[in-house]
């Protein structure tokens, strides 16, 4: 199957994804320390949905990039297809 992305654009959607994961995985840890510290519920709840508000940007991300290389081709997008089925299912 052939990528309609340049392999350089793959590569550096690739990077800005990894970077956002450990930003998040940041997150997560002051999240934790936040709560070891006994910090306001209010605080640790609102760094809570920022972290899974973009963890959920990273996922989104992650399907845009799976769709536009499934388009390439018929059984590509079959297989997009089972993937989408089974995230709806999940959700």
């Known amino acids: ?3 309609i992305l ?3 654009i793959m590569i550096s959607m690739a990077d800005k994804t990894l970077s956002k994961l450990n930003r998040i995985e940041g997150q997560i840890s002051g999240i934790k320390k936040m709560y ?3 910090r306001d519920c ?4 609102q760094q809570v949905v920022a972290a899974r508000s973009a963890l959920s940007r990273v996922g989104k991300d992650l399907l ?5 290389r499934c ?3 018929p059984k590509g997008q ?3 297809d089972k993937v989408l ?5 999940v959700i």
């Open 6 to 8: 340049p392999l350089s």
């Open 85 to 89: 089925k089974s995230l709806f299912d």
């Open 42 to 45: 209010l605080d640790i709840v």
């Open 78 to 80: 079959k297989e997009f």
């Open 71 to 73: 388009a390439s081709s």
């Open 64 to 68: 845009t990039g799976e769709a536009a």
């Open 36 to 38: 070891t510290k006994g």
């Open 1 to 3: 199957m052939t990528n």
